[in-house]
């Protein structure tokens, strides 16, 4: 198995977005995206930074999930104790 990687990959997409954001850099007139400068000079920092790129998102993805994870969980045990009371309330009217 390789571990090679290519820039385009879409895997990569938001990350290259987010550290070109700072914009372009000139070198001699030309502009260069900062992504591609780390990607095909330091390809093994770029790896670490795109790991670490996504632990900050998945971080960020926690923060939104977990209310909404909770929530459904109260949601799921009211519905459960709902049910278990109309089964007890349809057991007393039979």
Do not use: H
Not at 29 to 39: A, E, G, K, N
Not at 47 to 68: M, N, S, W
Request: overall charge negative; charged content about 35%.
């Amino acid at each position: 198995m390789s571990d090679e990687i290519k820039y385009e990959d879409p895997q990569f997409q938001s990350f290259n977005e987010s550290l070109d954001e700072e914009g372009e850099i000139k070198i001699a007139d030309i502009p260069f995206q900062r992504s591609c400068i780390l990607f095909e000079l330091a390809k093994e920092t770029y790896k670490d930074a795109y790991g670490e790129f996504c632990e900050q998102e998945f971080e960020k993805l926690k923060q939104y999930l977990i209310p909404i994870l909770l929530t459904l969980r109260i949601i799921s045990v009211y519905q459960k104790k709902e049910k278990a009371l109309l089964i007890r309330l349809e057991n007393y009217f039979i």
